[in-house]
C-alpha cells in the first residue's frame, strides 16, 4: 500500500480480495458535509499503482495496527483472518498450512512448499527458517492461487507477504510498547526512525516476547507445562534516495525457542485397545482435551536462530523502474517431539538442521501513459541445507505393537537367536545433504483495449536442479531399521535432477462502471520436484541379510506438481461507499500432486488429481460513525483421485486438514471522549468448519468445527499514548490445530491444542 488515511495517528487497515480496509477511528475518510466513505487505497501488487479495486488478484492484506489489535504473533497467524486459508500451527513448520485446500504435505528437506513466504519480496525459505515473528511492520499481504509472477520463486497454491516498516527521511520518531498477560506473558517492542538528510535514514526496531507453557503433561507431571515460547528480534534498516535511484539496506536476526509440537492420542475402537492389550495402560490418555500425555523421549523443543540481509534498489530510467532484490539467509534449527502422543516411548522424532539461501531478482516495469504496460524479470537462487533425523522407540514397544509379544519372546519364537536390549533403544537416524539451485525469467503485459477493457497475458519460464544425497546410517538395536526406514545405506546415496517448465497466466478486467468491476484469470502454477527425505529406493538387487541397501538404491525421487486455476471475481462499492463488497470464484486442477505416506519409510509419491471448486468473500461496512464492521467467508469443496498408491478407496475424499468453510469477522467501536483521545473496543471471532486427518477421510481422526471468540478495549491519547486490554478466547474453546491419521498399529491424534482464555494487556507510547 502507498497510500492509508490516518487521523490522530491511529488507524487500523485490513483488506480482502487484493482490497486493502481500514478498521478504527481513522478508516473511513470525511468529506465537509460529514458523509462517511471507504476510503480509497492505493496498492502496489501488480508492480505499479493502482487503486484496489481495479487490481484482478485475490490477495488479503492487513497493517501493522491489525496485526498489534489482534495479537497475530507469528507469521502463520495470518491464516486466523485471510478467507480460504487454514493449518496454523504453533511450530516453525509450514506443511500443514493450506490454501483452498492445498498443503505442502512433506516435513523433509527435499521438496519445495506449496506456500511461498516472502519478506520484502525475497523468498524466506522452508521449515525451520520461513517462520519469523512480526514486528514493525508496514503490511502483510495473503495471496490466494498460484503465484509465478509477483515473486522470484513460485509459489504454487498462494503466498504470505510481509513488508516491514521502512526510514523515513522527514523526521525523528518511534514507538515503545509492552504488555503482560497470563502464564507471565511478557512482550516489547520498540522501532526509532533517524533522519540523517533529505538522503540518508536509518530505522532501528526490537522485539521480544515470552510466556510459560498451558498445557500438564501426565507422563511429566513435574515437568514446566508445555506451549511456551521466548522469542527475541533485531531488525536495522538503512535507506537512501536520490532524485532517480533509491536504496533500502536491511540487516535482521531473530532467536527463537518454542515448544515443539504437542499431540494427544484420539481413542477410537481398534488401535488403541489393540495398543492397550499388549502394551498396557500408557496407551491410553489421560486428562481431557486440553491435556497431553507424553513421553517426549528427545524432549519437546523447537529453537532456531535466523540471520538474513537484503537489499532493494530501485533505478528511475524514465521509460521504466528498474529494480534489483538481493537476500542472503543463514539459520541454524533443532526440534524434538513425541509424535506418537503417548506416555508409551513410541515415536520420538528429533532434527537437527542447518543451511544457507542467496537469491537474487531483477525486474524492468514500465512507467508511460501508454495503452501498453507491462514487466519483465530474471531471477536465480542457490541454497544449501544439511539436516539430521533421527526417530527413537522402545524396542519391546516395537515388538508388541507390530508382534504382540515382547522382543526376547519374537526372537525365541522365530529362532532368530538372543536378543540383547539396546540401552537406547531403537534409533534410527538418517542425514540429508541438499545443493540447489534454479533460476526463472518472466515477463507481464496488459493492454488497455476500450476505457472500461484491459487484457493481459503472461509466461514464466522455471527451471530448478537438485543435488541430493541421503545417508541412512546403522542401527545398533538388534531389531535393526525395524520402523522408520527398513534399511540403510552405506554411506550417502548421491543424485541430481532438473525439472523445468513454461507457465502462462491471462487476465481481463472491466469496469461495469466507476463503482464496480467483474475480472477473471486463468493460470498455470508449477512446484519443483524433489526428494524424500525418509526413504530410499531399492535397486534390482533389493539387500543383504543385514538390510543394507545394495548398490543401484537411489534417493525417493518425484515428479513436479502443476495446477491449472481458473478464477472470476466482483468489486463492488455500494450505498455511497460506505459499503465494500469483493467476491471470488475459482475452479483448479492439480495434476501429480506430490503426498507423503508411510510405506517402508515415509515416502513422497506423485498421486494422480485434485479437483476443488470455491469461493471466498468479503464485506466491509461504515454501520455508523462509531461502528466498523469486517466480514470474511469461504467455502471449498475438493476432492482427490488416483491416489490408491497411498489410501486405496480414496476417490472423491476431501484433502486432509482444509476445511469447507471458514468464517472471520470483526466489529470494532470508537468514540471521542472529550478533546484528548477515544475510546475503542472491538470483537473478532474466527470458525471453520471440521477438517479430516489425511485423505482416507476416518472419522476416528477427523478435527471437529471450532469457533474462537476475543475481546478488546482501550483508549488512545491523542498525545500518542494508547492502552488495551484483551480477553482471548473467550469461551475458553478446545480444538486442535490439525489431526493425523493413523493406521497399522499407529494410533491416531491430534496436535496443536488451543490456547485457553487469557487476559492481559498493553501499552504504547507512539513518538
Not at 420 to 435: M, Q, R, S
Request: aromatic letters at 14%; hydrophobic letters at 35%.
Amino acid at each position: 500500500m502507498t497510500k492509508i488515511f490516518k487521523r490522530h495517528g491511529h488507524n487500523l487497515m485490513l483488506g480482502t480480495s487484493a482490497t486493502v480496509i481500514l478498521l478504527s477511528s481513522g478508516y473511513y475518510a470525511q468529506a465537509q458535509e460529514k458523509k462517511l466513505v471507504l476510503e480509497e487505497i492505493v496498492v502496489t501488487a501488480t508492480k505499479r499503482a493502482e487503486s484496489v479495486q481495479d487490481v484482478p488478484l485475490s490477495v488479503t492484506a492487513f497493517d501493522a495496527a491489525f496485526t498489534e489489535r489482534v495479537n497475530l504473533d507469528d507469521v502463520k497467524d495470518l491464516v486466523k483472518f485471510a478467507p480460504g486459508m487454514a493449518g496454523d500451527s504453533k511450530d516453525s513448520f509450514i506443511d500443514y498450512i493450506n490454501i483452498r485446500g492445498i498443503s505442502t504435505n512433506d516435513f523433509g528437506v527435499g521438496g519445495d512448499p506449496s506456500v511461498g513466504f516472502f519478506k520484502n519480496g525475497l523468498y524466506q525459505g522452508r521449515n525451520g527458517v520461513v517462520v519469523t515473528s512480526m514486528f514493525d511492520m508496514a503490511r502483510a499481504e495473503v495471496l490466494r492461487g498460484p503465484q509465478g509472477f509477483l515473486f522470484g520463486r513460485n509459489a504454487i497454491s498462494g503466498a504470505i507477504s510481509l513488508y516491514t516498516a521502512r526510514p523515513d527521511f522527514n523526521e525523528v520518531s518511534g514507538y515503545v510498547s509492552a504488555g503482560a498477560g497470563e502464564r507471565n506473558h511478557f512482550e516489547a517492542e520498540g522501532a526509532i526512525n533517524l533522519p540523517v538528510s533529505d538522503k540518508l535514514a536509518f530505522r532501528f526496531a526490537a522485539y521480544h516476547s515470552e510466556e510459560d507453557g498451558y498445557l500438564f503433561n501426565y507422563a511429566r507431571p513435574d515437568a514446566p507445562k508445555e506451549g511456551w515460547h521466548d522469542k527475541s528480534a533485531f531488525r536495522a534498516t538503512v535507506g537512501y534516495q536520490n532524485e532517480n535511484f533509491d536504496a533500502t539496506l536491511m540487516f535482521e536476526y531473530e532467536n527463537r525457542k518454542l515448544s515443539g509440537s504437542t499431540y494427544r492420542t484420539f481413542n477410537d475402537d481398534e488401535i488403541l485397545p489393540f495398543l492397550q492389550s499388549v502394551a498396557g495402560d500408557l496407551a491410553v490418555p489421560r486428562g481431557n482435551k486440553g491435556d497431553i500425555d507424553s513421553d517426549m523421549g528427545l524432549g519437546n523443543h523447537d529453537r532456531g536462530e535466523v540471520t538474513s540481509f537484503s537489499a532493494e534498489l530501485n533505478w528511475d530510467l524514465e521509460f521504466a523502474k528498474l529494480t534489483s532484490l538481493t537476500g542472503y539467509k543463514d539459520h541454524t534449527y533443532s526440534y524434538a517431539e513425541d509424535f506418537d502422543g503417548m506416555a508409551l516411548n513410541f515415536n520420538n522424532y528429533g532434527q537437527e538442521q542447518d543451511g544457507n539461501y542467496f537469491e537474487q531478482e531483477l525486474r524492468l516495469t514500465s512507467q508511460s501513459d501508454s495503452k501498453l504496460s507491462w514487466y519483465a524479470g530474471v531471477s536465480y537462487y542457490k541454497e544449501n541445507i544439511n539436516a539430521a533425523f533421527s526417530n527413537t522407540g522402545n524396542e519391546d514397544v516395537m515388538c508388541q505393537a507390530y508382534y504382540y509379544y515382547s522382543c526376547s519372546e519374537v526372537f525365541a519364537y522365530y529362532d532368530w537367536g538372543d536378543f540383547t536390549a539396546n540401552p537406547a533403544g531403537l534409533v534410527e537416524d538418517n542425514i540429508i545433504d541438499g545443493a540447489y539451485h534454479g533460476w526463472g525469467a518472466y515477463l507481464d503485459l496488459s493492454y488497455a483495449a476500450t476505457e472500461k477493457l484491459e487484457v493481459g497475458a503472461g509466461i514464466r519460464y522455471t527451471k530448478d536442479t537438485k543435488k541430493f544425497g541421503i545417508n541412512i546410517l546403522p542401527v545398533e538395536s538388534d531389531l535393526g531399521p525395524f520402523f522408520m526406514f527398513g534399511v540403510t545405506t552405506d554411506g550417502f546415496l548421491t543424485t541430481e535432477k532438473s525439472w523445468n517448465d513454461f507457465t502462462p497466466r491471462f487476465y481481463a478486467r472491466y469496469h461495469v462502471n466507476d463503482d464496480m468491476m467483474v475480472y477473471g484469470n486463468i493460470t498455470k502454477g508449477y512446484k519443483a520436484g524433489g526428494f524424500g527425505s525418509f526413504a530410499v529406493i531399492l535397486g534390482p538387487d533389493g539387500t543383504d541379510d543385514d538390510l543394507l541397501a545394495l548398490p543401484g538404491a537411489t534417493p525417493n525421487d518425484f515428479n513436479p506438481e502443476t495446477v491449472w486455476s481458473y478464477e472470476v471475481g466482483l468489486k463492488a462499492d455500494m450505498m455511497d461507499k460506505r459499503v465494500r463488497m469483493d467476491v471470488a470464484a475459482y475452479h483448479y486442477k492439480y495434476t501429480d500432486l506430490q503426498l507423503n505416506y508411510f510405506d517402508s519409510g515415509s515416502r513422497v509419491e506423485n498421486v494422480g488429481q485434485v479437483k476443488a471448486y470455491g469461493i471466498e468473500a468479503t464485506l466491509q461496512a461504515i454501520v455508523s460513525e462509531n461502528i466498523d464492521l469486517f466480514m470474511s467467508t469461504s467455502y471449498n469443496d475438493n476432492e482427490i483421485k488416483d491416489a490408491d498408491i497411498i489410501a486405496e478407496g480414496s476417490d472423491g475424499n476431501r484433502l486432509g486438514g482444509s476445511p469447507s468453510f471458514t468464517f472471520a469477522a470483526l466489529l470494532s467501536f470508537h468514540m471521542p471522549v472529550g478533546q484528548n483521545g477515544e475510546i475503542n473496543a472491538s470483537a473478532d471471532i474466527k470458525a471453520q468448519s471440521k477438517t479430516f486427518g489425511g485423505i482416507e477421510n476416518l472419522v476416528a481422526a477427523q478435527n471437529n468445527g471450532w469457533s474462537d471468540v476475543s475481546l478488546r478495549m482501550g483508549y488512545e491519547s491523542y498525545a500518542g499514548w494508547e492502552v488495551t486490554l484483551y480477553l482471548e478466547n473467550v469461551f475458553n474453546s478446545r480444538y486442535f490445530d490439525g489431526t493425523g491419521e493413523g493406521g497399522g498399529s499407529f494410533p491416531h491424534h491430534g496436535f496443536g491444542i488451543s490456547v485457553p482464555r487469557t487476559f492481559g494487556g498493553k501499552v504504547r507510547y507512539n513518538f
